[in-house]
């Protein structure tokens, strides 16, 4: 079975949690479309592949936090930069999944590109792309019977 989904993402980032707080430095976003097929139909273990494409949006704190330069930290060579809420570039990703009874193992490969996005413009950015890889594997130790 095919399954194509369009949802819109939410996400918080934290960068810090200790005993008493939680440091919000702002709220990244977007639309975002996914596809996932079987590549082995009716099997058991399942493998399966999958596709997403974003648009990725944030505010003036998220983007800060990673493009931004204060004043205080610009220097002759690293010019102040404030970044302002709106388009962060996009990206496209494919996954592969492997899952068995007591076992999960899935990877991806993940293209993110800054096209015409404000933080292109960072002195900190150096490329306007990269190429990202992980790789995950999980141990069930409980599933619910019947399932």
């Known amino acids: 079975m095919h399954l194509v989904v369009l949802i819109l993402l ?3 980032s ?3 949690v200790n005993k008493s707080s939680i440091t919000n430095v702002g709220w ?3 639309p975002s479309v996914y596809f996932e097929t079987p590549l082995l139909t009716y099997t058991d273990p399942e493998l399966t592949a999958s596709i ?3 648009v990725n949006f944030a505010d003036d704190r998220y983007l800060n936090y990673y493009y931004g330069i204060a ?3 610009s ?3 690293r010019n102040e930069f404030n970044n302002q809420s709106g388009y962060a570039g996009a990206d496209l990703s494919f996954g592969i999944n ?4 007591k076992y999960w193992l899935g990877g991806f490969v993940k293209y993110h590109h800054l096209a015409d996005s404000k933080q292109q413009q960072s002195p900190l950015v150096k490329k306007n ?3 990202s890889l992980g790789f995950g594997i999980a141990w069930k130790f409980y599933t619910q019977q019947g399932n």
């Open 71 to 73: 004043p205080q930290d």
């Open 98 to 101: 492997f899952d068995t009874k």
């Open 10 to 12: 939410l996400f918080l």
């Open 52 to 54: 997403r494409a974003n």
């Open 129 to 131: 792309s990269n190429v």
């Open 14 to 16: 934290v960068t810090k």
């Open 28 to 30: 990244h976003y977007g």
């Open 75 to 77: 220097r002759a060579q």
